[in-house]
């Protein structure tokens, strides 16, 4: 598959550990973020997504948290698992009329077995 | 259920050529986004297309342009290709369109200006 980013930062977790990736955001205005997963041939995958009128969601095995006075994200992933290797970006958005997201750069997630 | 299909999967354009991509949105979905990701630049926003209609576009030139037809399947267009127009294009649709409606992407079309 294509290589989604050749200098994207890396975090090695051991499976089973938890992950925790960060995103600093860039516009104050935005109201709506999502992170996405993409594994090496695909498309990014939307995982869980978050409004600028909360701190934390949860889904199922991740978490994400909001800090909007630092502008920034994080994506927690309880027990991690091989098929979680991935790159992993955030979004913002500011339209709510439009899916025009500005992208974070990424973070390559990789699961030691 | 049919996901996002973009043709073709690779190209590979001689610069100064023009190209067109492709895209088929899942069935009923009204909106395509479009994305060019880089390993410099990451994933950039190109344009948005609901109901035929350019609603967004990004900080691209205008040899970047698309388009979107009656059956919401859309395509995009690079004239004058350069080398930096190498790149993983990546459509995205969505039912409505609207900032909190989730995006479902296409695997990209990978081209490549020699």
């Known amino acids: 598959g294509e290589s989604v980013g050749l200098h994207l930062p890396t975090l090695s977790v051991q499976e089973g550990d938890n992950s925790i990736i960060n995103c600093a955001y860039s516009n104050s205005a935005s109201d709506y973020f999502i992170w996405y997963k993409q594994e090496s041939g695909k498309g990014p995958q939307f995982i869980i997504d978050i409004r600028s009128n909360m701190d934390k969601r949860q889904g199922q095995r991740v978490t994400v948290l909001l800090n909007k006075t630092v502008k920034h994200l994080s994506l927690q992933i309880a027990a991690t698992q091989p098929g979680d290797s991935a790159v992993y970006f955030c979004?913002?958005?500011?339209?709510?009329?439009?899916?025009?997201?500005?992208f974070g750069p990424g973070t390559r997630l990789s699961v030691l077995p | 259920k049919a996901g996002v299909t973009q043709t073709p999967r690779y190209l590979i354009k001689t610069r100064g050529q023009q190209v067109t991509l492709s895209c088929s949105p899942i069935?009923?979905?009204?909106?395509v986004s479009w994305y060019q990701q880089t390993p410099g630049q990451g994933l950039q926003f190109l344009f948005e297309y609901f109901s035929e209609t350019q609603r967004n576009k990004g900080n691209f030139p205008g040899r970047f342009s698309g388009r979107q037809f009656s059956n919401s399947r859309s395509e995009m267009n690079v004239s004058t290709l350069e080398l930096g127009d190498s790149a993983l294009y990546l459509c995205?649709?969505?039912?409505?369109?609207?900032?909190?409606?989730?995006?479902?992407f296409g695997q990209g079309t990978r081209l490549t200006v020699v």
């Open positions: 069935s009923g979905h009204r909106s």
């Open positions: 995205a649709s969505s039912l409505a369109g609207t900032q909190n409606t989730e995006a479902f």
């Open positions: 979004a913002e958005n500011w339209d709510n009329y439009g899916q025009n997201f500005v």
